[in-house]
């Protein structure tokens, strides 16, 4: 302020006076501390020009599983060549097990590492006093790999690596966003990311004159080589296109039917993006998915495959045409358009939208029970709804699908009969359901080797309608968790009913909160407490019996 009101000629000072006169006193340094700026020029030139002497490293996560149960991000980029591998991991302590794979790659490639420059997470080194050494800095000790760390809550100073995985995970959601591709997809994109800068030109690499690849996400005919000559049915398979081999010389196609990256030279490309929007148009229009007449399987792997596009994609059609056409509300809006043509408003007319506003709040006042209401005395909101709300903002913030009072029901990454590794999130939800007796079906097609037991179990209790009926017809959790894993049991009647299965789960809450109101009450509202209680759990059991 002083050298302001100095420059300002508003006080009579010199610069020299003004920076004697600034507080360097102890409670200014106690109070007014702020950062120090990391500075973008380095203090001395690189000592050495060979390649992967020195690699920068950094771990990015925890981010949404792809299809193989990835959660993190682990890059090594050269200092010379700015070349960057990619490495994918589920866990953190797997970064130990990247690094031994970068190793022998660099090893094969001539070089050598010298100097690794990385922060101070726990997946590259123990605490900065403790005396027994993590297992990466013993792999880089082995290796004759000098660590170099930055400074606590200091990530500029590694900030190639930092630069790096921004720079991917940026490109990576342009290529998902533009592609309409689920972020499923997110690993394929920063690995196709990577294998397109590593091939740009740089002053110290040039690996290829152009870069020659099709667009991510295109639409890819792939050759089907068992196809007989005599047969008149397709030779080859719509798939999508994934980015390009690192061994092979081909292109690596995603199938989405058996959700398997396989990779092929016989391959003819469609860039163009509408055909792709006009069927996901189709499909979100019709009101059976897999067609008339198909299956209960038949739907949910329709269902599952739709799932591996963006739902928020860029797909323009009327809201207003979408589901069962309504012959009577049809008759209705031709009556009152035949009307307002003549002129003549119809008396007691209410415009469209506001009719399905006006259907939409009956409905919602339907579903929510007058016991509900009355459980709370100061408020109107039933108390499974301030309780579930309670929850959310305790944990700060909501289960998946964005409602506060759903459940996080697992995403199937995995095709049906393919095995998915249960994490630690799928346990959880299996322990929830089974406590809960939430709502699910089992695949009625017997997928078990004939001749052994877990087949003849599996005939008893495929017709169950939650875990704890498998367990009651004779099924182990052995044979839940291996019928899980292989997408045979579905909880799409879980998602589906979500105020049921809030139901389920908020109701021992709910009579917990009655009791605890209970002891509260005077004597002289017991009577009426208790008539609330009886009506509300009558209700219950008389809905589960209807």
Request: aromatic share 8%; charged share 30%.
């Amino acid at each position: 302020m002083l050298s302001k009101m100095s420059k300002n000629r508003a006080i009579d000072l010199v610069p020299k006076e003004v920076a004697e006169t600034i507080c360097v006193c102890e409670v200014c340094k106690a109070a007014k501390a702020t950062r120090k700026a990391v500075s973008k020029t380095r203090e001395s030139e690189p000592e050495t020009t060979k390649p992967f002497s020195r690699v920068w490293t950094d771990v990015k996560g925890k981010v949404d599983a792809d299809f193989w149960g990835n959660k993190y991000v682990i890059t090594f980029t050269c200092e010379v060549t700015r070349w960057t591998c990619v490495y994918f991991c589920q866990k953190k302590s797997q970064a130990k097990d990247r690094l031994k794979e970068f190793i022998q790659w660099v090893k094969r490639m001539g070089h050598k590492v010298d100097r690794m420059q990385s922060d101070g997470g726990g997946e590259y080194t123990s605490n900065e006093n403790a005396k027994v050494l993590s297992e990466f800095q013993v792999i880089c000790l082995e290796h004759d790999i000098e660590q170099n760390f930055t400074a606590a809550h200091t990530p500029a100073q590694n900030g190639v690596a930092e630069r790096v995985n921004r720079t991917l995970v940026e490109h990576a959601r342009c290529l998902l966003i533009d592609a309409g591709l689920s972020s499923s997809f997110w690993s394929l994109a920063v690995k196709h990311v990577a294998y397109c800068r590593n091939r740009l030109w740089h002053q110290k690499h040039q690996v290829s004159a152009n870069v020659g690849s099709s667009a991510f996400r295109s639409d890819a005919w792939k050759l089907d080589h068992e196809h007989r000559s005599g047969s008149f049915a397709r030779k080859a398979n719509k798939q999508i296109f994934v980015g390009m081999s690192a061994n092979r010389k081909g292109w690596c196609h995603f199938d989405p039917k058996t959700r398997k990256v396989t990779t092929s030279y016989h391959v003819t490309f469609n860039e163009s993006m509408d055909n792709r929007k006009c069927a996901l148009r189709d499909f979100d229009l019709r009101p059976r998915k897999a067609g008339p007449g198909a299956t209960l399987g038949e739907e949910r792997l329709a269902v599952l495959e739709r799932a591996l596009y963006d739902a928020y994609a860029d797909i323009d059609f009327d809201s207003e045409d979408s589901g069962e056409p309504n012959h009577q509300g049809h008759t209705e809006q031709a009556a009152a358009e035949e009307q307002h043509v003549k002129g003549k408003q119809p008396e007691g007319a209410v415009p469209a939208r506001a009719q399905k506003e006006a259907q939409r709040k009956k409905t919602h006042e339907d579903s929510v029970s007058d016991d509900d209401r009355s459980l709370s005395d100061n408020d109107h909101e039933p108390v499974d709804k301030k309780l579930s709300r309670a929850r959310s903002q305790k944990n700060g913030g909501s289960s998946l699908g964005g409602s506060p009072e759903g459940v996080a029901i697992p995403a199937r990454r995995a095709a049906i009969g393919s095995v998915q590794e249960l994490d630690d999130d799928d346990s959880d939800f299996l322990k929830l359901a089974f406590e809960h007796n939430l709502p699910m079906v089992i695949e009625q097609r017997n997928p078990k080797s004939k001749g052994t037991a877990s087949r003849l179990r599996y005939e008893k209790y495929k017709s169950a309608k939650c875990l704890r009926d498998i367990k009651k017809m004779g099924g182990t959790w052995q044979d839940i968790t291996w019928d899980f894993s292989r997408g045979y049991i579905d909880f799409g009647p879980t998602a589906a009913s979500s105020a049921a299965v809030v139901e389920l789960v908020e109701a021992p809450r709910r009579d917990r909160y009655l009791i605890r109101q209970r002891r509260m009450l005077p004597v002289t509202e017991m009577s009426k407490f208790a008539t609330r209680l009886v009506r509300c759990r009558t209700k219950k059991v008389c809905s589960k019996t209807m």
